[in-house]
């Protein structure tokens, strides 16, 4: 998630590669993003942390304790922390900065790459008005965003953090139909693809309910509801609500 940040800031140029300094232990890792990009890059996060003003950690969230102890000596109230990690609470990432450090969790996804991300936003309590327009313009500039309370960031992280995984396996699955149909790979994967951006470009658009997008493509008698009969004996609504549940219940205890 973190290169996918990375690429995507840059690709928008509100971020210049000069401004960036990318901290892994794994040298190998690192080479690979900077080959792709003129940053900064380094294997000592301590260094990161004297460099920039804005520190993202985008560690997986059990790492995210031992990596804020590692550089809390070299974190000052100059510097904005914001945390990635699904599950790792303000109050965790607060405890463990030195006081009044201003602190922020954002729940992004990895459309981001491509300037087509969701961010969902929760302000720390030393966060004010200044630290919410950098996270907004930052995480805006590679897509959507929303802010919110934190009580609503697990919920966020198991329908939109994890969602692209969800949707991904869909839009295969569905190519997979056209595919036992008679189409060819490529040609099945460009019109599901095509078809998931549309449908979802055109609720957004219009603000219409997704039911009603639904019953203008069930032509009466037609092959549609057909189609819509089989997803709902499969019981595919449940299946994605239970999707989204255990998503987040999983996220609530990623940080142990
Ligand atoms: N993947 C996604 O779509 C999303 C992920 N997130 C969050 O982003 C975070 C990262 O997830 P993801 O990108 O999937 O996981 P990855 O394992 O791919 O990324 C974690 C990165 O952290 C590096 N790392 C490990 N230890 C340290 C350390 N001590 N100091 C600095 N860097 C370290 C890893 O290096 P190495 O590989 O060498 O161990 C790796 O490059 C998680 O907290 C996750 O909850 C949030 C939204 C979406
Ligand atoms: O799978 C995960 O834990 C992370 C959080 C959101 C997306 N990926």
């Known amino acids: 998630m973190g290169s996918a940040l990375v690429t995507g800031f840059l690709e928008t140029g509100l971020v210049q590669p000069g401004d960036l300094f990318v901290s892994d232990p794994d040298g190998g890792a690192l080479a690979a993003l900077g080959q792709k990009h003129p940053i900064n890059t380094g294997t000592d996060n301590k260094e990161a942390v004297r460099f920039a ?30 945390s990635i990690a699904a599950g790792v609470s303000l109050s965790v990432l607060e405890e463990s900065v030195p006081a009044e450090v201003p602190v922020v969790r954002v729940m992004p996804n990895i459309p981001a790459l491509i300037g087509e991300g969701m961010a969902a936003i929760a302000l720390g309590k030393n ?58 790979r490529q040609l099945a994967m460009e019109l599901a693809a095509q078809t998931m951006i549309g449908t979802a470009r055109m609720i957004q658009v219009t ?46 205890k990623l940080c142990k």
């Open 53 to 82: 003003d804005v520190v993202i950690l985008a560690v997986k969230p059990a790492v995210v304790k031992p990596v804020l102890k590692e550089v809390a000596p070299f974190i000052t109230t100059e510097h904005l922390i914001v």
């Open 127 to 184: 966060a004010g008005a200044s630290e919410r327009k950098t996270v907004e313009t930052l995480f805006a500039a590679v897509g959507k965003v929303v802010t919110l309370s934190e009580k609503d960031l697990d919920a966020a992280t198991g329908l939109s953090g994890c969602g692209p995984a969800f949707l991904a396996i869909i839009l295969e699955a569905l190519a997979d139909g056209g595919v036992k149909m008679g189409l060819s």
């Open 207 to 252: 603000g219409e309910h997704p039911a009603v997008l639904k019953d203008r493509v069930c032509s009466p008698g037609g092959s549609t509801i057909c189609g819509v009969h089989v997803l709902e004996e499969g019981g595919l609504r449940g299946i994605l609500m239970g999707a989204v549940e255990a998503a987040v219940k999983r996220s609530g």
